[in-house]
């Protein structure tokens, strides 16, 4: 009787162990998994082409003009819903967005813009890849 009492106790910590062994191997397995490689966001260098005469388009609501084609680069200007963009170009950042580099009406004041932010389109639609 002794003796299965202390086959089951052996028996018994064997499956502890050996489960407690199996999760840190899954643990080590997951530690291990590449990790998802993230696009690289560059803010500046991006060349800009000017088409005259260009097209506008009218902010969705108030959003930050940029000075790269990411939501992460560093602000120019706050602009407001409803003012009136004209675009000179356009680019596909690294995330497959689009963006579109243009100035301010009336001012002399440039950046890019999000296409998502952008609606009522005009002008003559000439506008090219920057």
């Known amino acids: 009787m002794q003796i299965g ?9 064997a499956v502890l162990f050996g489960g407690v062994a199996g999760l840190a191997g899954a643990t080590g397995a997951s530690a291990a998994a590449p990790s998802v490689l993230k696009p690289a966001i560059s803010c500046s260098g991006w060349s800009t082409s000017h088409t005259d005469p260009g097209t506008y388009a009218y902010l969705t609501g108030t959003y930050n003009l940029k000075v790269g084609p990411y939501a992460s680069c560093g602000n120019v200007a706050s602009v407001s819903s409803g003012t009136e963009l004209w675009i000179w170009c356009y680019a596909t950042n690294d995330y497959d967005n689009v963006w579109y580099y243009g100035r301010i009406a009336g001012t002399n004041t440039t950046g890019w813009m999000s296409g998502d932010n952008l609606t009522n389109w005009g002008g003559n639609f000439g506008y090219s890849q920057c």
């Open 5 to 13: 009492r202390r086959v089951a106790a052996v028996l018994t910590s």
